[in-house]
């Protein structure tokens, strides 16, 4: 089954620390650029970082550098992004999406998860 | 903060023809980089419905085009139906940001 699967969402307080996780499977994780996208309540999306398929090399979007760092096990299939530093804005439900290519930052996200929510209480 | 400018919202009836525009720049679409479309049903996870400008993935309805010129893209809906309400993203890389940005959205709502 071709899937992601999100997880590690949760509440937590400004300041503090989140890792988020996401499971694939149905595909060869390996090759492909993976992303996390977040969309805040009502809002519309916003990409927040990106990373090879080797892991070699790690994009950020403006409002997460410095705080956030995508990092993936190919072993496990699995990509995640850790979040420190939360603030009230970084509330959202964050999806994790593959690319069409090794890398991504120019090509479509032809695979998306659910999303997992992400609360950060003052 | 969008590089990328749709209209909030377009409206019709089942059965017309819908289009939504994607306003960009110099640093984005007119650099020839391509351009992405997604629909996102309410409470779901966006899903690709174009890439590279003009293709469609294997299962998209060919209701669904779309098209680039200088700055700027649309997205074509023919034939609307009742499902077709969602909201609907385009997406381009930009110079400036080193990274992907996604339109401001555009809800669509059948009449």
């Known amino acids: ?122 | 903060q969008s590089v990328l400018t749709q209209p909030p919202s377009v409206s019709g009836a089942p059965g017309q023809r819908v289009t939504i525009s994607c306003t960009g720049s110099s640093s984005n679409i007119g650099a020839s980089y391509g351009v992405h479309w997604y629909q996102q049903l309410p409470g779901t996870a966006p899903k690709l419905l174009i890439f590279a400008d003009t293709s469609r993935p294997s299962g998209v309805p060919d209701r669904f085009s779309a098209s680039k010129s200088g700055t700027s893209a649309s997205l074509a809906i023919t034939g609307l139906q009742p499902e077709d309400e969602a909201d609907y993203y385009c997406q381009s890389y930009d110079i400036g940001l080193s990274g992907p940005s996604f339109g401001t959205g555009t809800k669509v709502s059948v009449l």
């Open chain 1, 1 to 122: 089954q071709v899937e992601l699967v999100e997880s590690g969402g949760g509440v937590v307080q400004s300041g503090r620390s989140l890792r988020l996780s996401c499971a694939a499977s149905g595909f060869n994780f390996r090759s492909y650029g993976m992303h996390w996208v977040r969309q805040a309540p009502g809002k519309g999306l916003e990409w927040v970082a990106g990373i090879s398929y080797d892991g070699n090399n790690k994009f950020y979007g403006d409002s997460v550098k410095g705080r956030f760092t995508i990092s993936r096990d190919n072993s496990r299939y699995t990509v995640y992004v850790e979040m420190n530093n939360l603030r009230a804005e970084d509330t959202a439900v964050y999806h994790c999406a593959k690319s069409r290519d090794y890398i991504g930052l120019r090509e479509a996200f032809d695979m998306w998860g659910q999303g997992t929510v992400v609360t950060v209480s003052s």
